[in-house]
């Protein structure tokens, strides 16, 4: 089995940053792309970010010059710097990978959401 561990947000003021980590751990062959979603009340979940294994980086138009996406491969580690945060980017921020695990199946998984929230 595989496990994403999310870590990093909060309650910050507009304007301010915050940093999410998303560590997978557990039966892992090859994490291939690595990618940040988002969700806000009444919204569908949106794609923020990507990082592929190539290192190729995409970002939704709404968070483009704000938000920085990293991966740390020795570590299995993603990242998401957010800067000049507003209140519309407050959702739950979900972290997801695809992934070879030891059986080499190619599996899709999710991390458990963490709450993200900009006050005004």
């Known amino acids: 089995q595989v496990q994403l561990a999310e870590s990093g947000g909060g309650l910050v003021q507009a304007g301010g940053s915050l940093r999410l980590s998303c560590k997978a751990s557990?039966?892992?062959?090859?994490?291939?792309?690595m990618s940040w979603y988002r969700q806000a009340p009444g919204k569908q979940r949106e794609l923020v970010a990507d990082i592929t294994s190539g290192g190729r980086i995409s970002y939704a138009d709404s968070v483009k010059g704000r938000f920085t996406i990293s991966r740390d491969f020795p570590k299995n580690t993603v990242y998401l710097q957010m800067n000049s945060l507003k209140p519309e980017d407050t959702a739950v921020y979900y972290c997801?990978?695809?992934?070879?695990?030891?059986?080499?199946?190619?599996?899709?998984?999710w991390g458990q959401g963490t709450q993200v929230t900009v006050s005004s």
């Open positions: 997801n990978t695809d992934l070879i695990d030891l059986q080499f199946r190619r599996e899709n998984y």
């Open positions: 557990g039966t892992i062959f090859k994490i291939d792309d």
